[in-house]
Structures are given as structure tokens and as C-alpha cells.
């Protein structure tokens, strides 16, 4: 199983930006289908953003198009989810997960969670 971490959330004013980032100790990112997904609370879970496995090219949901983007360091070992114009219905907890199935597909493994607020 793909141990995942977090980091990078916290509050930020609408319109702001926040760069999340998602590492892991012991396996190699590039070669995974790497996914974002947020939780709200009493809302489902809905998936924002994917990075396939080594060509890199990426899927982003509707609701987050043209604001967000996932980017991958393979130096750095780590997935990187820039996200501008944050609104207050972007609040959530952001995971980064495997895709085994590709992108849009079921998550495989996944981290904790950094919780993301945006609020005046």
C-alpha cells in the first residue's frame, strides 16, 4: 500500500491562493495515477484534479477548472495542487490518493488529509 502525506493547507482569505503538496517515503509517485479529492462536511466526496502515471497529463473537475493545477516534482518526489481564486465553497479537507483505474476512477490508497478553509 502507497503511504501518502499531506501539507500545505490552512485558512485564506476568497480569491486567495494555496499550494498543497503530497509526498510519499518509499515509493516513486511517477509511477502512480495521482489524484486530489475533497470532503466537506455533509457533502460527498468529490474529486478535483488527477496526474497520470508518467506522461503526466492531467483531468480536473468542472467545479475547479481553470483555478487548479496539478503539477508533479520527480526530483522532489512530490504532487503539488496550485490552487487559485479559492472560493468559500472550495472549503474542505483535500487527500491526495493513487488512481489505480486511472483517472476518474475508484482512489486506491490515500493520506490523511489537509484541511483547506476559505472564509473572510
Known amino acids: 500500500q502507497v503511504h501518502l502525506a499531506e501539507s500545505g493547507g490552512g485558512l485564506v482569505q476568497p480569491g486567495g491562493s494555496l499550494r498543497l503538496s503530497c509526498g510519499s517515503s518509499?515509493?516513486?509517485?511517477?509511477?502512480?495515477?495521482i489524484a486530489w479529492f475533497r470532503q466537506a462536511p455533509g457533502k460527498e466526496r468529490e474529486g478535483v484534479a488527477c496526474?497520470?502515471?508518467?506522461?503526466?497529463?492531467?483531468w480536473y473537475s468542472d467545479s475547479v477548472k481553470g483555478r487548479f493545477t496539478i503539477s508533479r516534482d520527480n526530483a522532489k518526489n512530490t504532487v503539488y495542487l496550485q490552487m487559485n481564486n479559492l472560493k468559500p465553497e472550495d472549503t474542505a479537507i483535500y487527500h491526495c490518493?493513487?488512481?489505480?483505474?486511472?483517472?476518474?476512477?475508484?482512489?486506491?490508497?490515500w493520506g490523511q488529509g489537509t484541511q483547506v478553509t476559505v472564509s473572510s
Open positions: 490518493a493513487t488512481a489505480p483505474e486511472g483517472c476518474g476512477g475508484k482512489f486506491g490508497s
Open positions: 518509499g515509493f516513486t509517485l511517477d509511477h502512480y495515477n
Open positions: 496526474i497520470r502515471s508518467l506522461v503526466s497529463s492531467t
